[in-house]
């Protein structure tokens, strides 16, 4: 198996902080699968990239790898770059599962 390189600077605190929103993640960033973490919330799964806003816009495009990951993914991968990011995440989990809950009901 692959593994990835590297993780961006800010890899640990975005993990900490989903973390500690009630989130379970697991770290996926040594291999190369074309996300960091699987972020589970809310009955969903999201994968995530995680990139540093700290770089120049082209050193935080998306490698092949992580290009084919979103395309294979569309609906369940999100980048995030900050903690502002990871939280409008959570929140948008917990929308879309109080909306399937909602149909169901």
């Not at 996926?28 to 799964?45: C, E, M």
Request: hydrophobic letters at 40%.
């Amino acid at each position: 198996m692959r593994y990835a390189a590297r993780t961006d600077a800010n890899h640990v605190e975005i993990k900490r902080i989903f973390e500690a929103l009630g989130a379970v993640v697991e770290d996926h960033s040594r291999f190369a699968v074309g996300y960091d973490l699987l972020v589970h919330a809310h009955g969903l799964t999201m994968r995530v990239e995680i990139k540093n806003n700290e770089k120049p816009p082209s050193a935080r495009k998306l490698t092949g790898n992580e290009q084919q990951a979103r395309a294979n993914n569309p609906c369940t991968y999100a980048v995030i770059c900050s903690e502002t990011d990871a939280r409008g995440l959570l929140l948008s989990m917990r929308e879309h599962a109080d909306m399937i809950a909602g149909l169901k009901a």
